[in-house]
């Protein structure tokens, strides 16, 4: 079995391997969201299927919304039998970093993410209470992560109208976390 050991909600988990009766359907691969070794409704699968020359081809999961932790990906080959192979799948959290973390209303900050799904684009902004970017209001940015799935933006200015108190940056990127979602907070000082 191939594909990556970890990632956040939202990663592409490959499938492949070779040495295979040519052109067959083999089985199943799963994501075991429930740990339990059964592949049950909504749990996302792929159909294991050979090429003529006797590889796995085009089998691929996509790791759904759950907390992170380590979950296992299931191959059972034929479907409906005993679990050939497992292998751990580490679903990792998206982190944010504010520099600098506080300052008065007017600082300058930027944001760094972390441990993004690789070429998502998304937006990354002070959110004043809705869970969305209003511009002009609300400071906010357009990214897009790189190779490794991190980001920074340009500088982006606290406005001078926010009283003192903790105020969250929030992401709309994908993966960004599914159930935990991912913020970071400034603070504005008197």
């Given at each position: 079995m191939s594909g990556p050991r970890s990632g956040p909600?939202?990663?592409?988990?490959?499938?492949?391997?070779?040495?295979?009766p040519a052109g067959k359907d083999l089985g199943r691969a799963f994501f075991d969201r429930d740990r339990d070794g059964v592949l049950d409704a909504g749990e996302p699968s792929a159909i294991l299927r050979t090429?003529?020359?006797g590889d796995i081809t085009d089998a691929e999961l996509t790791i759904p919304s759950v907390a992170p932790g380590d979950y296992p990906v299931q191959i059972d080959m034929p479907s409906g039998g005993a679990i050939e192979e497992s292998r751990t799948f580490t679903v990792t959290q998206p982190y944010i970093?504010?520099?600098?973390?506080?300052?008065?209303a007017g600082t300058q900050v930027r944001i760094s993410g972390f441990?993004?799904?690789?070429?998502?684009?998304?937006?990354?902004?002070?959110d004043f209470g809705n869970g969305r970017w209003d511009p002009p209001g609300e400071p906010g940015q357009n990214v897009t992560t790189d190779w490794d799935g991190n980001f920074t933006t340009g500088l982006l200015t606290i406005p001078v109208f926010l009283q003192p108190a903790a105020y969250p940056f929030l992401t709309d990127i994908p993966g960004d976390g599914g159930p935990i979602p991912v913020y970071g907070l400034f603070q504005v000082v008197p």
């Open positions: 909600v939202g990663t592409l988990f490959e499938i492949g391997g070779s040495g295979y090429s003529l020359a970093t504010i520099n600098p973390p506080g300052g008065r441990g993004f799904i690789p070429h998502s684009s998304g937006t990354v902004f002070l």
